[in-house]
């Protein structure tokens, strides 16, 4: 039993298998990547930057560090985890350590959550990957306070440095996930688990800074290529706010924050109280 960092990263530039050298990561062909003093890697080359600070800002990172510390959803992160570990005692075989991603990890509420309830669990080895550096720089200063539990790398879902077939799961949360790319690095059996928005999510929220609501896409969605379908769970309960911060930290973390207009944002910045439904769907889907 145990957390240990997930090793098995791939150079972004070629694919090929990193080999930690003291606090460097160097693939065959040269290319070398220095750990930060924070304890993170970035594996995010230019030419896979879509801007030149891609993903959420600091400010984003920091409200949703706040809110998510709150404990606001923190029954998602018990189903999430459960579902992780009961995947874990099936698949461990051989005394190896079940290995995760959280593929955009955010500041690392989750993965943080898997391993505390991971006490008395098979081994895992977790690693967090996110687009946004500050996302990234978060989680590994959190995660030093005490022994490092993960690997933490700037990267893109699109181009995942991770070798091809060494993960047992991906987790995906609220993100943007790349099924081709967590199909090539899962093992065949190994579970896809992704955390989406309900119907109701937000809803009272949205209610306020949007003028009307779009209709709700149907639930049903295909089952990915390479997949097959395992097992779903909703996710969905009341959430008291109280004061214009827990607010607007609430807002600042989804992409609400943009695509609502200067008077929606306004209307949300009067609020003092407000109840809203937490609405999640948890679809586990397995690697064929």
Known sequence: MGITPFQALAC???????????????CPDG??????????VNLLPVQQKRSHDPGDSKAMVAARQRFLDAGHYQPI???VSNAVL????????????????????GEGYYLRQLADAAANS???????LDISKWAVLAAAKQDAKHSP??????????????????LDS?????????????????????ALLLVEAGPDHLRELREVIYPTLKPERSA??????????????RVSYSLGLNGSKEIADLLAMTPHLYRASAEGRARAATLEMLVVTVDARIVVYTRI
């Open 31 to 40: 290319h070398s990547f220095d750990i930060a003093k924070q304890g993170y």
């Open 122 to 128: 098979p081994s895992l080895s977790l690693m967090g």
């Open 77 to 79: 992160a018990e189903s």
């Open 149 to 166: 539990l993960s690997s933490w790398v700037v990267g893109s879902n699109a181009h995942l440095p991770v070798q091809t077939e060494t």
């Open 220 to 233: 049903e969605a295909e089952v990915p290529k390479g997949f097959t379908y395992h097992s779903s769970e």
């Open 12 to 26: 972004p530039l070629d694919g090929e298998a990193l080999i930690r050298s003291g606090n460097t990561w160097i």
């Open 86 to 105: 009961s995947h874990a005692k099936v698949q461990t075989v051989d005394n190896l350590p079940f290995s995760c991603l959280d593929a955009g990890c």
């Open 170 to 190: 991906v987790l995906c949360m609220f993100g943007f996930p790349v099924v081709s790319e967590f199909a090539r690095v899962l093992k065949s059996g190994g």
